[in-house]
């Protein structure tokens, strides 16, 4: 990879002049929603300041990142973006496989390609964040390269996977922070591989059941929206599919979702549940105004943006309040009751 990709991994975009007035940090044009992005980035300086000077001290005495009460502390109150490939990397264990297999990056690339393959992922190119300067191809450089090169080593890496839509706007997110492809291509090996297990296989086995685990904690958490969501079968496909294989890119803001992918890299896969429970359970009472499914549908994605959303700091504390006390061995259990009648339900069993 070119040397100019690399250099300064995390260091965000900054817009000076007229025509990028409207451009957050990360390259993403906001012509509806800029004054009050601008607002909320106003009050939350403060506290990336903060963060910024607390994490520089830790990595000064710790430079080897270890998964500890005091750290786990430090990325759900928020990583500053200087060190967030870095925490991401070492969290994740994307750090070590990168450590562990020097060159295996390049020699994907290097490899014959699959003519299918690269098509797929050719066509979706010019779909993935149009809206991002980053990834226009005049711009200089240009993600676009970078991303395809990622998807297509990931493609070879894993075929079983391959390579399926949402995996693009993963991969785009991931070069928008690290800057490094070969930091990408690991980062999305931990997250496809290790701390999402099966939602991009051809089944989405991973995908379908965690959606329907939602639905179980609903009916624990919120007894009134599980009992509405009930009278609705295939409902939580519909409304919540988008969340989790996006991750909740456009669907929460920006800032919003790389903390919550701050923790989903520390703490793995059940931040998602805890984010999803937070935004049903904080609007419960919208909810249960749906009188159709097609209310119910419109109901979820508003749910999903304005203020509450957009405050990443407030909205990171309640995803560790509202929902209450949630274990990875309750999820566990959970996974393999829903995963068990999907099965059943499949195989056209009674």
């Known amino acids: 990879m070119e040397a100019e990709m690399k250099g300064n991994a995390t260091q965000p975009v900054t817009c000076n002049n007229d025509s990028d007035s409207r451009v957050d940090p990360y390259g993403f044009e906001r012509r509806h929603d800029f004054d009050s992005y601008k607002e909320m980035m106003n009050e939350y300086v403060a506290v990336l300041n903060r963060r910024s000077m607390r994490w520089s001290k830790l990595l000064q005495e710790k430079p080897q990142v270890e998964k500890n009460l005091t750290v786990k502390r430090y990325v759900r109150k928020g990583v500053p973006n200087e ?22 990056y390049q020699s994907l690339l290097a490899m014959e390609h699959d003519g299918k393959l690269k098509e797929t992922i050719h066509t979706d190119m010019h779909r993935t964040f149009p809206d991002n300067i980053l990834f226009q191809t005049r711009a200089e450089p240009s993600l676009q390269k970078a991303l395809y090169n990622v998807l297509l080593a990931y493609g070879h890496h894993d075929q079983t996977v391959g390579y399926c839509q949402g995996m693009n706007f993963i991969a785009g997110y991931l070069m928008i922070i ?3 492809e070969e930091k990408a291509f690991w980062l999305m090996d931990a997250l496809l591989g290790r701390i999402l297990p099966d939602y991009y296989s051809p ?148």
């Open 83 to 104: 060190h967030r490939a870095r925490i991401w990397m070492a969290a994740s264990g994307a750090q070590e496989q990168l450590d562990s297999k020097p060159g295996y």
């Open 178 to 180: 690290t800057k490094d």
């Open 203 to 350: 089944a989405m086995m991973g995908l379908k059941t965690d959606q329907e685990v939602l639905g179980e904690l609903v009916k624990t958490k919120s007894p009134a929206v599980g009992q509405l969501m009930a009278q609705y079968p295939g409902i939580w496909t519909l409304v919540v599919s988008r969340w989790f294989i996006c991750l909740y890119i456009d669907i929460l803001p920006i800032e919003t979702v790389l903390r919550v992918w701050d923790c989903l890299f520390y703490e793995g896969s059940k931040v998602l549940f805890r984010v999803a429970l937070t935004l049903i359970i904080h609007h419960q009472t919208e909810i249960l105004r749906a009188r159709s499914l097609p209310d119910v549908c419109e109901c979820f994605k508003q749910i999903t943006c304005g203020a509450f959303t957009l405050d990443c700091h407030t909205f990171m504390q309640k995803i560790f309040s509202e929902p209450g006390t949630l274990s990875m061995t309750t999820i566990d259990k959970l996974r393999e009751k829903c995963r068990q009648q999907i099965l059943k339900e499949e195989s056209g069993q009674p």
